[in-house]
């Protein structure tokens, strides 16, 4: 016997009793993001590999760990499944030129690839949702952001998500931190993994964000960046908790918030709740000015967010929340030869009239034909048999009231419907 093939692991189906919760998230996400004034843009799903460690950092566990990377069998390439959309993002903006008019406020949803260990709400094919702002200045553009995710947790019906930020502050302001952190690391190299040595002359500030519970308490300890920012760097995040205030958004600063992405500065923040283990975040963004450049286009500020669809299903699901049930308006059922040419027809009828209809297949009873019109969720069944050939009618019974069964013409029908 063949041994069945199944899915890699970290990569899942999404099941038909899922759709409804993921259709209804899907359209609460576009209707919220119009409300603001924000485009769709789809990237591919692969893209050359000097693209991500030239934006993400090299030294960076999705670079160095993460990322699915191969080589083109055709002309020799390094290619990459994405496992972020914001460098896909600005590079699609720079090739086709989209900021040579007008600031962009852009977003994506769609599958990222990362080689982790499977968990609650994280996994190796993950779906997330990307906001870019590219070519807007300034703190009203990071608070924007802010305050529209918290809306969003509103039209959700969301709660237990508390808000966590913080500022990397200019390139200037982390390299006059980075000799304090250094310094202060290599004085306790005893504590330091592996991992946190080979950061320690490469990027520093990446060993802050260690999950090792065996460093949190010299990464308490250590020195912080706040301490070390200029004036603009102090008036840019001053002004935005003033309107996150005004806003009446609620935050916690936590100064040992870094992100694990290189390319961030200035404003970082992230949405965090307890429900889903370790695995807390379910939202997180910020300011990225240097990255347009770093990719290869003028210099132009860009701040931007992606939330993990998974996790915020995973938060909706625990809540208890039911999603309105997308059900049939009818199910066909015939019987006969010449009542199965009818149906089809009948079905494509209602159809034009805007309703959804299920036609019966492959045969069967009336009495079992009933059963999977009953398990459809469909309002009414359509029935049509030799009767209704005759008279060019069709039979309509309600299935989810004690109601009459009702002769009637197709066009009847269609109102009929259409009124239910």
């Known amino acids: 016997m063949t041994t069945p093939i199944q899915a890699i692991r970290g990569m899942n189906d999404i099941l038909p009793q899922h759709a409804d919760l993921w259709r209804f998230f899907e359209e609460t996400v576009q209707d919220w993001l119009a409300s603001y004034g924000y485009r769709t843009i789809r990237m591919p799903i692969v893209e050359q590999t000097a693209l991500f460690k030239r934006a993400i950092g090299e030294v960076t566990d999705i670079v160095e760990k993460e990322m699915y990377t191969f080589i083109d069998a055709l002309n020799g390439e390094s290619l990459t499944l994405r496992p972020e959309g914001t460098a896909s993002c600005v590079r ?68 237990g998500i508390a808000l966590q930020i913080n500022t990397l502050g200019t390139n200037e302001d982390r390299t006059r931190h980075r000799a304090k952190l250094i310094h202060f690391l290599e004085s306790h190299l005893d504590v330091l993994d592996e991992d946190a040595r080979r950061r320690l002359h490469t990027n520093p500030l990446r060993v802050l964000d260690s999950k ?66 370790a695995q807390g975040t379910v939202c997180a963004g910020g300011r990225f000015d240097g990255l347009i450049e770093q990719i290869g286009g003028k210099p132009a500020p860009a701040c931007g967010f992606a939330m993990g669809v998974e996790r915020l299903l995973a938060l909706l699901e625990d809540g208890g929340f039911q999603p309105p049930a997308s059900t049939p308006a009818a199910y066909v059922l015939h019987m ?13 009828k209602l159809r034009d009239g805007g309703l959804d209809v299920v036609l019966h297949c492959g045969g069967g009873s009336f009495k079992s034909q009933m059963k999977k019109a009953d398990a459809s969720g469909a309002r009414y069944a359509v029935i049509i048999g030799d009767d209704e050939v005759l008279a060019g009618e069709i039979s309509v019974k309600p299935l989810r009231e004690l109601s009459e069964q009702t002769r009637m013409t197709v066009e009847a029908a269609t109102d009929f419907l259409q009124q239910k």
Do not use: C
């Open 336 to 348: 006969g030869e010449a009542a199965d040419r009818m149906a089809l027809q009948v079905a494509e």
């Open 212 to 277: 090792n519970p065996a460093m949190q308490q010299l990464i308490e300890a250590a020195p912080k960046l706040l301490d070390d920012l200029d004036e603009d760097s102090i008036k840019h995040f001053e002004t935005l908790q003033g309107m996150l205030r005004d806003a009446g958004v609620a935050y916690e600063i936590n100064p040992r918030l870094v992100r694990g992405l290189d390319y961030y500065n200035f404003t970082v923040f992230e949405w965090v709740t307890e429900r889903l283990g």
């Open 92 to 159: 699609a903006v720079l090739q086709h030129n989209l900021l040579y008019n007008a600031p962009q406020r852009l977003w994506y949803k769609g599958p990222m690839f990362r080689h982790e260990r499977p968990q609650k709400g994280r996994y190796r094919q993950f779906h997330q949702v990307g906001v870019e702002s590219l070519g807007f200045a300034g703190p009203d553009m990071d608070a924007e952001h802010i305050v529209m995710t918290a809306r969003l947790w509103r039209k959700l019906g969301l709660d």
